[in-house]
């Protein structure tokens, strides 16, 4: 079955740029989608179709894709962008399934 | 506002049968495809089933197909997931969301519990 692929764990300090990778061989005709989930929380989509910002998401969140490789990008990460990070896409199966990849966390301090 | 309201949840056991339900407001139901996906205690997030808006395009992710049937009814505005040979590995969270360009999701819901033990 497909899958998606992420670092378990990105740990910045306040003020960097944090950056986390998603791959899957589908990606060159897939796009990839970003959700933030905060503890206890519902999951939010922060990135949609590689690199589109959802409206009231802050700037400091893009996306971009290359070859089979995804990237969350936080620039200036804050303390309360801490939480869990997970990419999505689609299998190139006629069927469409969806898949997410394993998730990030992601640690500001 | 968009919203989506899970129910149905609960603690059944190992071969038992669930029934999940969405009510969604907010938005033209009838428009969009809809997901459900789950989330094991302390576990990532899995897909689990998709409809697209006349039911017409349905897929399910291997560890439930066979077992799990999703449904809508555009007069209701409500999405279902009938879940039957409920297994211990079914425990999770279940949300429903709604599709964005159908096979991607966009708004979840705040989720519904689902223990399957003995």
């Known amino acids: 079955s497909y899958e998606l692929t992420q670092p378990p764990s990105v740990s910045v300090s306040p003020g960097q740029t944090a950056r986390i990778t998603c791959s899957g061989d589908a990606f060159p005709k897939k796009y990839g989608y970003w959700y933030q989930q905060k503890s206890g929380q519902a999951p939010v989509l922060v990135i949609y179709e590689d690199s589109k910002r959802p409206s009231g998401i802050p700037e400091r969140f893009s996306g971009s894709s290359s070859g089979t490789v995804a990237t969350l990008t936080i620039s200036g990460a804050q303390v309360e962008d801490e939480a869990d990070y997970y990419c999505?896409?689609?299998?190139?199966?006629?069927?469409?399934?969806?898949?997410f990849g394993g998730g990030t966390k992601l640690t500001v301090l | 506002e968009v919203q989506l309201v899970e129910s149905g949840g609960g603690l059944v056991q190992p071969g038992g049968s669930l029934r999940l339900s969405c009510a969604a407001s907010g938005f033209t139901f009838r428009s969009h495809w809809m997901h459900w996906v789950r989330q094991a205690p302390g576990k990532g997030l899995v897909w689990v089933s998709r409809?697209?808006?006349?039911?017409?395009?349905?897929s399910y992710a291997d560890s439930v197909k066979g077992r799990f049937t999703i449904s809508r009814d555009n007069a209701k505005n409500t999405l279902y997931l009938q879940m039957n040979s409920l297994r211990v590995e079914d425990t999770a969270v279940y949300y429903c969301?709604?599709?964005?360009?159908?096979?991607?999701?966009?708004?979840w819901g705040q989720g519904t519990l689902v223990t399957v033990s003995a």
């Open positions: 999505y896409s689609t299998d190139s199966s006629g069927n469409h399934r969806g898949v």
């Open positions: 969301t709604r599709g964005l360009s159908g096979t991607a999701i966009d708004y």
């Open positions: 409809i697209n808006s006349d039911e017409s395009n349905i």
